[in-house]
């Protein structure tokens, strides 16, 4: 078992070597750029191969609307903001203070492995081959789970990147691509889905704002909902589901703001219980 954790690129660990440093280092660069280049040819460019039915990611998005159609420029919003907190997380790997990359390599296998989906993703969701995509949603979706609850007290320059960004968009996508493999996205019983589903962005951002007290969650799900409220209040203004999605954002960013602002002004011992060991791990406060 020893050995096994050794080796093993997921296991908690205090403390890196310099060869494993050196690898997060390049695994990490590279499976990021093989993620960021990849996105944004797709936004721009289709499939060039053989494959008949293939379009641009948003493209997708707009042919079929279904209800979990997302707004493309707040989607890519979304996005860039996600892809330059990811670039200030690497930087942290080259830092010369050694807790600093400790803390950045902890996370490091998570991330690659991340990276890797999105690609695979991507490549899959441009080509509509939507039920593998979503088979690889569902794998990623564990993977930054197990990330998320294992390294939820991690400094918010890699909580914010690594954990609650992909993850709070992981889950939507779910929703997202699911969406679109129903054949007929358009019939009341779609509809009917589409409107009680969408309230699980809110369960789920609740969740983690009242448990954890994650204001990084309630940002990046309030952007999401917002870019749903968006597409839908475009395609259909009589109609329920932009409505719910803009509750949603809206809810889910005043507690966001509730959990925030005490945390900033260093006024959040509100938050926090009164014994010493849970007060150190309260998450995303022990910069």
Not at 73 to 98: A, E, K, N, P
């Amino acid at each position: 078992m020893t050995n096994w954790n050794a080796w093993n690129p997921f296991s908690h660990r205090e403390s890196h070597s310099s060869g494993s440093i050196l690898t997060y280092k390049l695994l990490t660069l590279l499976t990021w750029l093989l993620s960021v280049i990849v996105s944004i040819y797709y936004v721009v460019n289709e499939p060039k191969d053989g494959y008949t039915i293939r379009r641009r990611i948003w493209d997708q998005n707009n042919l079929v609307r279904t209800a979990f159609t997302m707004s493309p420029v707040l989607g890519d919003i979304y996005w860039v903001i996600l892809f330059i907190l990811q670039f200030g997380y690497i930087t942290h790997l080259f830092s010369r203070v050694s807790e600093t990359v400790n803390h950045a390599a902890s996370v490091g296998g998570h991330f690659i492995l991340n990276n890797l989906l999105h690609f695979a993703f991507v490549m899959l969701f441009v080509r509509s081959h939507f039920i593998w995509a979503e088979v690889i949603l569902i794998i990623n979706f564990f993977n930054l789970s197990i990330l998320y609850f294992r390294h939820n007290t991690s400094p918010r320059f890699i909580h914010a990147p690594v954990a609650s960004g992909p993850l709070a968009w992981t889950f939507v996508a779910i929703y997202w691509n699911g969406a679109l493999m129903v054949h007929n996205p358009h019939n009341l019983v779609a509809r009917i889905f589409g409107n009680i589903f969408i309230w699980a962005i809110l369960v789920y951002g609740g969740f983690f704002i009242v448990v954890f007290k994650d204001y990084t969650m309630g940002f990046w799900l309030s952007l999401l909902s917002a870019a749903l409220g968006v597409a839908q209040f475009e395609r259909q203004v009589i109609a329920l589901q932009w409505i719910f999605a803009f509750v949603i954002m809206a809810v889910l960013f005043l507690a966001t703001v509730t959990v925030a602002v005490p945390a900033w002004t260093g006024r959040d011992y509100m938050w926090r219980r009164q014994e010493g060991g849970d007060a150190e791990r309260a998450p995303l406060l022990n910069e």
